[in-house]
């Protein structure tokens, strides 16, 4: 990747989907621009977003049919010369139901992780996914890509708490999971759920009585509290420091880290040497 490349990448979204109007990037737009066919498109498939309602594609259909396809697509070249759209995958489909054979495509030179991050703030910004196709998106890049929660949260604009909670809720049951999916249940409805001992009789509840999210705090103020103690990802610092421990010392080390509130160190052995060891190293003593 060229250095100008890089440059226009640091710009953030608006230079990679075409809204930058400086005139490095109009130029750049003006010679990647071409219109292809919508048979050389196809989907990402690590894109975030999986659902797509089919009344609003419909929609967007009858007004591609009115106005035309007014924002190119932004795609990446394929090995065997077709592309991989990056983003506007919603309006490449209605498009087909649109009848229109030819679609504008800014062509982009992006690595995978590069394009689910725009993959993942364009359809944010757009508020198109749901809760739990971005906790998804979130976990791959936290785990494929090695960012940190706030590595990820100063990318995507969002709090480094909203990451964490939106996370949490793929720990929900599976049938909660779906309710979250096709709109039974918000992501604040959900979220309420986490720390409970029956979520999927309280979720029936929710959706029974058609209870509003502060209604449903207060319904799950009065329920037992979980006494599993839910798993929270470790972030890639986390990780790191685990590793870099472990090689120092020889042990297996893990670390839990609480945020505001502090954690623990668990240092591992397995023989009387190894603890005479610990010790050694900590207080310059043996025992």
Known sequence: MTQVQKRRLGRGLAALIGDDTSEESVVQDIRSLRHVPVEMLHPNPDNPRKHFAEEDLESLAKSLRDKG??????????????????AGE???????????????????????????EIALIENIQRSDLNALEEARAYRQLLEQYGYTQQQLADAIGKSRSHIAN?????????????????????????????????????????????LTVRETEDLVRGQPAKTAKIKIEKDADTRALEKNLTEALGL??????????????????????????????LTGVSI
């Open 90 to 116: 919603r309006r490449w489909r209605a498009c087909q139901r649109a009848g229109i054979h030819d679609v504008p495509v800014l062509i982009r030179d992006l690595d995978d992780k590069e394009t689910l």
């Open 69 to 86: 396809l007014l924002q190119p697509l932004v795609v990446r070249p394929r090995a065997d010369g077709s592309f991989e759209i990056v």
């Open 252 to 281: 297996g080390v893990t670390v839990s880290h609480k945020g505001l509130s502090g954690g623990a160190v668990n240092i591992q052995y397995k023989t009387l040497e190894q603890l005479d060891e610990i010790a050694r190293r």
């Open 166 to 210: 939106t996370m949490r809720l793929m720990s929900l049951p599976e049938s909660i999971q779906k309710q979250i999916e096709d709109g039974s249940l918000t992501a604040g409805h959900a979220r309420s759920l986490v720390a409970t001992e029956t979520p999927e009789d309280l979720a029936d509840k929710i959706i029974k009585l058609k």
